[in-house]
């Protein structure tokens, strides 16, 4: 009897095993289906065939159909990964012609930043918004993007809520610049010069800029991509200033030592014979890695990343966007023939 006993007992533990064996493959099954697709799409962009706006699209529609499996990966990934491919894009250009882009955008870099420094202290005001919610969207808006939004958000002990408002206003709006700002350029009949400065002007983050005059030209990536690093430095001052504002002690300012990289690689590839005739291997992939940048950012774009950035917040991007677009697009047009 007690043998019996001993044997039920032993065959029902195997039973329950085997069902919550069942259970958590159940459970894990549809997950690991996810991740093989977001992966296998992540390596398909790395192929020339997938542009960079349409990288950005899929990503979003991946971001529409399940959630991203890998978010803090990805969100780390997408930091480094840009900075990598910025870095390599220097590779690709010849010190002469990056300083002359660098020159060409300096004042009108100075008066857009500040210009929107002021209207979005000024609107945030008026619409009564969270100060630092506020302040993240117009640093982001003036400088560029999300980069700024992350040197700038623990200097001011931004909480994470407020961060990802920020983010999601700025990353939405550079998801519909990356497919606004070409046919703009074109019907505006703006030359490759003036879209790469107009582009890195008015286009807040680096991914999209890039993205967009890529789209146009290789001239308008190369001048792109100088004033946009240029523009870049400039968090630096204001991450400094932002302290002072918010008067908040014991924070560490970050310094976006990518940028010296970046003229390195300017200067190896002006200089140095070897890395000059690898240049155009290297730029190639870093277009794709930039490619693979706006899947990752478009996978994060579901539906409640874009219903939490709330409409105030919003509508300051929007404000802010085409108070540093039209003007900019008048003095470029006008002055920069």
């Not at 709330?310 to 509508?315: A, H, R, S, T």
Request: net charge positive; charged share 10%; proline share 4%.
């Amino acid at each position: 009897m007690m043998l019996e006993k001993e044997h039920t007992n032993r065959l029902n533990k195997r039973l329950v095993n085997r069902s919550e064996s069942a259970c958590i493959f159940k459970n894990r099954h549809p997950l690991s289906i996810q991740a093989i697709i977001f992966v296998g799409v992540g390596v398909l962009c790395l192929f020339p065939f997938i542009s960079a706006p349409l990288a950005l699209l899929i990503g979003v529609i991946i971001a529409q159909c399940f959630n991203n499996p890998f978010p803090d990966t990805t969100a780390k990934l997408t930091h480094i990964l840009l900075q990598v491919s910025v870095i390599g894009l220097g590779f690709g250009m010849d010190v002469e012609s990056t300083i002359g882009a660098s020159k060409n955008g300096f004042l009108l870099t100075v008066c857009s930043l500040f210009g929107i420094l002021i209207l979005g202290y000024v609107v945030g005001v008026v619409f009564k918004m969270d100060k630092k919610i506020s302040f993240l969207i117009t640093v982001g808006t003036a400088i560029c993007g999300g980069s700024a939004i992350a040197a700038i958000s623990p200097v001011i002990k931004a909480k994470q809520a407020q961060i990802s408002v920020a983010l999601g206003t700025i990353f939405i709006l550079n998801a519909i610049a990356l497919f606004l700002f070409p046919p703009l350029g074109h019907l505006f009949h703006l030359s490759e010069n003036q879209f790469g400065l107009w582009s890195a002007v008015a286009i807040q983050d680096t991914s999209s800029v890039v993205g967009a005059a890529s789209r146009y030209g290789e001239q308008a990536l190369q001048i792109a991509t100088s004033v946009k690093l240029t523009r870049a430095l400039w968090i630096i001052p204001v991450t400094f200033g932002s302290a002072f504002l918010f008067k908040e002690k014991g924070t560490k300012i970050k310094i976006p030592y990518f940028i010296g990289l970046f003229v390195l690689a300017v200067l190896g590839n002006t200089y140095v014979q070897f890395l000059h005739e690898l240049g155009t291997s290297i730029v190639a992939l870093s277009k794709s890695g930039l490619t693979v940048v706006l899947f990752l950012i478009g996978s994060g774009l579901s539906l409640k990343v874009m219903r939490s950035v709330g409409i105030k917040p919003f509508v300051l991007g929007v404000l802010l966007w085409i108070g540093i677009a039209v003007p900019s697009l008048f003095v470029i047009v006008y002055f920069f023939n």
